[in-house]
């Protein structure tokens, strides 16, 4: 599925969840499903623990970081010793 499809997926409005960016029709933080991607966490795992999103709705969150991404840079933290 393209990018384009994917992104219909993520809405930001203000009045919802403080503004950042979350999965439509839900108040689900696009942040969140990276942090467990991040941590390791399968699709599968993620769609468990929240039965009411999509395959596609992760690979949205996924799609969007990407495009995040490529508008600025964010210099990463160097791993605590």
């Known amino acids: 599925m393209?990018?384009?499809?994917?992104?219909?997926?993520?809405?930001?409005?203000p009045a919802v969840c403080g503004g950042?960016?979350?999965i439509r029709g839900h108040?689900?933080?696009v942040s969140l499903v990276?942090?467990?991607?991040?941590?390791g966490n399968t699709i599968d795992e993620i769609l468990a623990e929240?039965?009411?999103i999509?395959?596609?709705?992760?690979?949205?969150?996924i799609a969007y970081g990407s495009e995040?991404?490529?508008?600025?840079?964010?210099?990463?933290?160097?791993a605590a010793e």
């Open 2 to 13: 393209a990018n384009v499809v994917l992104l219909k997926r993520i809405k930001v409005d």
């Open 68 to 78: 995040m991404s490529r508008l600025r840079e964010i210099p990463a933290r160097p």
């Open 34 to 39: 990276l942090d467990f991607l991040a941590a």
């Open 27 to 29: 108040r689900i933080w």
């Open 20 to 22: 950042k960016p979350c």
């Open 50 to 52: 929240y039965p009411g």
């Open 54 to 61: 999509e395959r596609d709705d992760v690979l949205a969150c």
